[in-house]
């Protein structure tokens, strides 16, 4: 019979690494689906009916699937177009998708919430409209949806442990490996656990001090 | 003399209800005039037309010979694109009843977003400026802090300072002292007294009578969208030619 210990010692390696690329697609993802969905969320709340239209036909149909959904379909369905993506891209535009509909649905939502007021002093002034955007909009609704964003990466991180479905050797799919050879469920899964909660605790904890940072207003 | 400001058979209504009717108004380089009037009346709505940040059906408004707002185009009225209203709207400036400071940027930052963003100068050019122009409201001490850290006072006295760096034409005050709490109102009524000193050209909404009458150089009344009687303030609140007039007078003055 092995030890924990010796097994950890042996497998640890396999099992950082399966953490290291949790972390990886988590951070691509957010980062590509941040950056989406700030454009998205602009165009559902001053586009005109017309061109918001297929964005939120794209924010409705993707916030209304499960996770799962998006990516064995993000993996599966563009070989039909003749694309064949690996796992790990496929399971990134996943990821990535479902982050910027989240994104851009919460921050229509802050945008939405800004008084008429302060789009009158923008042009006031003489802002054109992007640039009030820019420098006027996008920076009082971005500082409202920080906590949100922080539940929006959260959810992004515990999301990814689907991408073993598909055969990402992340941390969940290297856990499910060693405990296969050792049969030590409950030492590995728990500590898989304690891993995703770490690493979710230290996003916590980096949108609190940003908050704190930028909570001067 | 040329007026800054030239506006004829102004027209606008929400719906069914007509806010200005056949509006005709000139304003000249310094002056100083003092719209007052009941709730309603429109003086409001017709200082967001000449900021254009109101559409109005008929009529036109001139700054300094040039239409604001429209074109015409083959007989008929078209809105000008968004890029040509805000180079319009960057040679006026409205100060608002509830300061409509930016709440993400210090006072030094709300000064100095014109200056950079409209008209892109460098960024210690404008800050210059900027410091200079919060020195003149009384508020050097404070450029570092955000609006949510002065009183009302001193936020509008910022706004005033951000609508003026941008060196306008025309400065539009629309009920700046309203929101304000009574101790408050004189220091922002100073400031603008300086101003009209310094030959700022302005058009001030307002329900101080005692200031209107004091600091302009005309004053209009307007009543149901259309102006009933303008002239020296002397005479509007001396001699009043209409009893609507009359009785607006008897009725805040107490």
Redesign the interface.
């Known amino acids: 019979m092995q030890s924990f210990a010796s097994v950890l010692d042996v497998s640890s390696g396999l099992l950082l690494r399966g953490l290291a690329l949790t972390v990886a697609i988590s951070i691509a993802a957010v980062l590509a689906g941040s950056v989406i969905g700030t454009v998205i969320g602009p165009i559902l709340t001053y586009g005109g009916r017309l061109s918001a239209l297929p964005f939120r036909v794209f924010v409705d149909v993707v916030r209304g699937t499960p996770v799962l959904v998006l990516i064995l379909a993000s993996y599966y369905m563009p070989a039909g177009l003749g694309i064949s993506p690996g796992p790990i891209e496929a399971g990134v535009v996943a990821l990535s998708i479902f982050c910027a509909s989240h994104v851009g649905e919460t921050l229509r939502g802050a945008l939405v919430a800004i008084p008429p007021t302060q789009i009158d002093a923008g042009r006031s002034i003489g802002l054109t409209f992007p640039r009030m955007l820019w420098y006027v909009l996008l920076p009082q609704a971005l500082r409202q949806i920080a906590p949100n964003f922080v539940n929006t990466a959260v959810e992004i991180v515990k999301a990814s442990s689907l991408l073993s479905a598909i055969g990402v050797g992340e941390l969940l799919l290297t856990t499910q490996e060693i405990v296969g050879r050792t049969f030590m469920t409950m030492e590995f899964y728990a500590l898989a656990g304690a891993l995703y909660l770490a690493v979710n605790l230290t996003i916590g904890a980096g949108g609190w001090w940003l908050e704190r940072r930028f909570s001067a207003r | 003399m040329q007026p800054i400001l030239a506006i004829k058979g102004l027209t606008k209504s929400f719906g069914p209800n007509v806010i200005l009717r056949d509006v005709d108004f000139e304003v000249f380089p310094a002056d100083v005039v003092a719209i007052i009037g009941s709730s309603g009346s429109g003086k409001t709505t017709l200082l967001r037309c000449i900021?254009?940040?109101e559409e109005f059906e008929a009529g036109e408004i001139r700054l300094d010979g040039e239409q604001l707002g429209y074109r015409s185009s083959g007989g008929r009225r078209v809105r000008l694109p968004?890029?040509q209203?805000?180079?319009q709207?960057?040679?006026?400036?409205?100060v608002?009843q509830?300061y409509?400071?930016?709440?993400?940027l210090t006072a030094l930052g709300n000064v100095m977003?014109?200056l950079t963003?409209?008209q892109h100068k460098p960024k210690a050019e404008a800050r210059a400026i900027a410091e200079a122009w919060l020195e003149r409201v009384g508020l050097a001490e404070r450029r570092d802090h955000?609006p949510?850290a002065l009183s009302g006072g001193q936020q509008q006295r910022v706004a005033i300072a951000?609508?003026l760096a941008?060196e306008p034409r025309l400065l539009l005050l629309d009920e700046v002292t309203s929101a304000l709490d009574p101790e408050l109102v004189q220091e922002v009524l100073l400031t603008i007294r300086r101003l009209a000193e310094a030959g700022t050209t302005m058009l001030i909404v307002t329900h101080e009578m005692r200031f209107a009458r004091q600091v302009s150089t005309r004053t209009v009344f307007m009543d149901q969208g259309g102006i009933l009687e303008e002239g020296p303030p002397e005479v509007i609140f001396g001699s009043p030619k209409t009893a609507r007039l009359a009785e607006f007078l008897a009725n805040v003055s107490h």
């Open positions: 900021d254009l940040l968004g890029r209203l805000a180079m709207r960057a040679k006026i400036a409205m608002f509830s409509n400071l930016f709440p993400h977003i014109g963003r409209v955000h949510s951000r609508a941008m």
